[in-house]
């Protein structure tokens, strides 16, 4: 049982290259959701997926496409990115009924 | 508009002493109240967490305090170790099947020996 899993680990872009950040969970979870992470911001909601087949804007989501390809997994898009994307980013799942949230390790990306 | 404001931004501790961490929010629909616990290099955990309903939630070294009348919560560490050193985010939510979490900006805690 990995929980969630992100890919890749580390990322390096020029400013207006593309990419997508992978996200599965082996945990049967219903709902995942994508945050980043920047100093002294805490962590900021990017886009969720409450359920298979719903995909749902959070509090930063200009810049970002996300993709809900199945229950497993959650993909983040990048279409063009920019310096100020550069940041860490977290996939989380949860499970409905408990509220836990379970994060995986992180990708940490920059853009120059 | 910040939802749930954490202070301090940092706290340093010595090894057996009490931290404490606030936190406050502003909507009233929040129903759930964790606490998580990163450290460098990983994502967060949940460590704890409280609902409305009770004011106080023990496990451990670890309890939430939750004031429902001034929208406030907070989190002691009793007995603080080395091995704790990390940054805490409090976090509401609500919602339903369509919930997500606000967090705070994070407390940077550090126990000295």
């Known amino acids: 049982n990995a929980g969630v899993t992100q890919t890749p680990k580390f990322q390096v872009l020029k400013t207006g290259q593309s990419m997508t950040l992978q996200c599965a969970q082996d945990?049967?979870?219903?709902?995942m959701y994508w945050y980043r992470q920047d100093p002294g911001m805490g962590l900021r909601l990017i886009y969720y997926?409450?359920?298979?087949?719903?995909?749902d804007k959070g509090e930063v989501p200009n810049g970002y496409n996300v993709s809900r390809l199945n229950k497993r997994e959650f993909s983040l898009r990048l279409e063009s990115a920019a310096p100020s994307q550069t940041s860490v980013y977290f996939c989380?799942?949860?499970?409905?009924?408990?509220?836990?949230?379970?994060f995986g390790p992180g990708t940490r990306l920059t853009v120059l | 508009q910040q939802q749930v404001k954490q202070s301090p931004q940092s706290l340093i501790v010595q090894k057996g002493g009490i931290s404490i961490i606030n936190c406050a929010y502003e909507?009233?629909?929040?129903?759930?109240f964790p606490w998580y616990q990163q450290f460098p290099g990983k994502g967060p955990a949940l460590l704890i967490a409280?609902?409305?309903?009770?004011s106080e939630k023990k496990e451990g070294r670890f309890t939430i305090s939750f004031n429902k009348s001034a929208k406030q919560f907070s989190l002691h560490i009793m007995d603080s170790q080395p091995g704790d050193s990390a940054t805490y985010f409090c976090?509401?939510?609500?919602?339903?099947?369509?919930?997500?979490?606000?967090f705070g900006k994070g407390t940077l805690l550090t126990v000295n020996p």
């Open positions: 409280i609902r409305p309903d009770v």
């Open positions: 989380a799942s949860r499970r409905w009924g408990p509220d836990t949230q379970y």
């Open positions: 997926s409450a359920s298979e087949g719903t995909t």
């Open positions: 909507n009233t629909a929040f129903d759930y």
């Open positions: 945990m049967n979870h219903n709902s």
């Open positions: 976090a509401a939510a609500s919602g339903g099947s369509n919930y997500k979490l606000t």
